[in-house]
């Protein structure tokens, strides 16, 4: 680790943050149909956390990711964003999507709008930013991603763990309270991976409150405060990276930690 103080920050993991959750949610319960996708989840993430999810396909990782920001609703329970319930639509919902930014598997880009043009949009569009204003930004947080020399190719100039980055980036021009990564890397080929991996964990560095959905346990090692481990639509486990990855608690996790990390 290059700062020498990270083990400290790092080991304390839950304790790293203190005050108001700025993402709470409590007894949240989801289905679809009659799959029980979220059983009664209870999480707390505090302001300039990073929570990384783990857990096997199916165990309601990427459901839980996106009822943050309302992209699925709930059936119970209360999630609130900085002390705020999540409101049901409307402006309210616009505004509380424009402090949550997300990054996807897929990259989403608009391909028929250039890479600044795609960065520049929602914080033209939603917050009402002026032109000249957004593109200096979406410029400065390009260069901090990477990729400012293809500002103004077009998405299929480039390639995919260039376009996750510009994904990352358009998230970042809202600037977000929270960023929610819905499996970053899965889409990408593997000497991609690493190249977004490290912009995430930059982010992690500079104190960006964030919430992974991941199957990178490298990155779950290196940047977490704290992995929390789903399994069948429940928090089976939850604890500081060493902890987690070193002594799991429940056999579940044991028995999943010893499928991948053995290859």
Known sequence: MAASNEPDVLSTGMQAAVGEPLVQMQNVNKSFGSLHVLQDINLSVQRGEVVVVIGPSGSGKSTLCRTINRLEPIDSGTITLDGQPLP????????????????????????????????????????????????????????RVGVADQARKYPAALSGGQQQRVAIARALAMR????????????????????????????????????????????????????????????????????????????????FLSKILTH
């Open 88 to 143: 049901a639509e409307g402006r309210a919902l616009a505004r509380l999507r424009a402090d949550v930014g997300m990054v996807f598997q897929a990259f989403n880009l608009f391909a028929h709008k250039t890479v600044l043009d795609n960065v520049t949009l929602g914080p033209i569009r939603a917050r009402g930013v002026k032109k000249a204003e957004a593109e200096s930004l979406a410029m400065e947080l390009l260069e």
């Open 176 to 255: 977000p309270k929270v960023m929610l990564f819905d499996e970053p890397t899965s889409a990408l080929d593997p000497e991609m991976i690493n190249e977004v991996l490290d912009v995430m964990t930059s982010l992690a560095k500079d104190g960006m409150t964030m919430i992974v959905i991941t199957h990178e346990m490298g990155f779950a090692r290196r940047a977490a405060h704290r992995v929390v481990f789903m399994d069948a639509g429940r928090i089976v486990e939850q604890a500081v990276p060493e902890d987690f990855f070193t002594n799991a608690k429940s056999e579940r996790a044991q028995d």
